[in-house]
């Protein structure tokens, strides 16, 4: 371990870089975890609860497909909101008011008795649970090292993606017995509690505390947690030896800057294709099921299974991610492509039907990790935050757009299985922008390894 001793410089970013994960890690890891799991618990209810509000609200399927797009522009405007507060004011203090703010709303969906007001609703509760995950991927990264970033945010969108899975299990159960308003009392209460626990335990981000100048002595207290035995103290200057020093507030220029010239959009191309996949089928997967005479129940089960499907794929992946690169990641949305035509065109029996379905939404919700994993981890700390956060929120165009797309499809009369081919689209822009984010990476550490040989020669 490094050690320094006091009125010293220390360099934050070699001190993170040289260690492995420790206690605190897990501990921070943990709490994003269960974070990210009430919120994508909390996102993705109203997919399986939707069949349940229509009956009782009288509502069409174009006002459904209103309500999935009314969560999700509130997400979009709040992945940018919640970014900027998050490089801002800090990423703790961010997360634990965005956690408090969606637990709350949550809650309070369940009193919703209009269209008007799950509209509303809905719109605010997105806007809270938008931020959280930008916020939750930086946090994390900057207390790892660089070359397991891309597995420690695959590990914390594993609680998310359990979130999601959970979504179908506790309607079952929740919905027959107290309403689908009984689901979201459940949910708002459970996201309520998890904020508590991390408005006492979180940390604040040691590498944003020492981009900013924060206070020394809280910054060596960090140190000490980390590494008990390093010598620092509140005379300690602090710093980050791999990243420019940003003295001015942040400007969204700053995220095309250098090699994020390319990168930034290569990276919102990619998660917005695979968003507005993602977000369609997770919409109406459950009703296009429903649709194809599945029963609502099974329908439910079978996208919780395909989601926790989609979690494994993406942990299979995280590794090859950190080795390869965002080579690793095309794997996936290639794969899907082939699944995804054969069940356009092709008449399957119902049962062969759901395993395959299980499969594709597998590997596109895989590609969909992979996309995500590496969103934050090319951007400076200074702007790491907006940098996430603004891929997650332009992204999100494809999710107000995928839900709106669904819904015209299935009042357009043409086959409900057709759908599967227009899915294609996002597993194809995907594949194709992490190439060129993989090509662009590589490029960049050639010219690295080049200077650093010549530099030595």
Known sequence: MMRETSQSIFDISGFIDGRRLSAF???LIILSWLITFFDGLDMMMISY???????????????????????????????????????????????????????????????????EQLLLFRFLDGLAIGGMLPLAWALNIEF?????????VTLIMV?????????????????????????????GAGTLVCAAAL????PESIRFLAARG?????????????????????????????????????RASQLFEGRLLVLTPLIWLGYTASTL?????????????????????????????????????????????DRIGPFAIAAFPVASLPVLFVMGVMPIPTTLFLVINVLVVALISGGHYGILSIASIYYPTAIRANGGGWASSVAKMGGVAGPILGGV?????????????????????????????????????????????????
């Not at 790892?144 to 420690?152: L, S």
């Not at 609680?159 to 459940?186: C, I, R």
């Not at 408005?199 to 979180?202: D, G």
């Open 49 to 115: 609860t939707a069949p349940y509000m229509a009956e009782g609200l009288e509502l069409s399927q174009g006002m459904l497909g209103n309500v999935f797009s009314a969560g999700i522009l509130g997400m979009t405007l709040g992945g940018f909101g919640f970014a900027y507060l998050g490089d801002r004011i800090g990423r703790r203090i961010s997360i634990v008011i965005a956690a408090f703010s969606f637990g709350i709303l949550t809650f309070i969906t369940g009193f919703a008795q209009t269209y």
């Open 25 to 27: 890690n897990y501990k």
């Open 277 to 321: 996949t993602v977000y369609l089928h997770a919409s109406w997967g459950p009703i296009i099921l429903e649709n194809l005479d599945v029963g609502r129940q099974t329908a439910a089960w079978v996208s919780s299974a395909a989601a926790l499907a989609g979690a494994v794929a993406g942990m299979t992946l995280m590794r090859f991610t």
């Open 199 to 202: 408005f006492f335990n979180l």
């Open 409 to 457: 499809f299935l009042s357009s009369g043409l086959p409900v299985i057709k759908i599967f081919l227009f899915l294609m689209l996002g597993p194809s822009l995907l594949a194709l922008s992490v190439i060129g984010v993989g090509a662009v990476v590589r490029g960049m550490r050639r010219k690295e390894e080049e200077a650093y040989g010549a530099a030595n020669a």
């Open 214 to 250: 924060g206070n020394p002595e809280e910054i060596a207290r960090l140190v000490k947690r980390l590494d008990p035995d390093a010598v620092v103290g509140a005379e300690t200057q602090f710093i980050l030896s791999d990243e420019p020093e940003y003295k001015k507030q942040f």
């Open 144 to 152: 790892v090292p660089k070359r397991i970033r891309a597995t420690v």
């Open 159 to 187: 609680g998310y993606s359990l979130g999601t899975t959970f979504a179908g299990p506790l309607t079952n159960w929740a919905a027959p017995h107290f309403g689908w308003q009984g689901v979201y009392f459940l949910a």
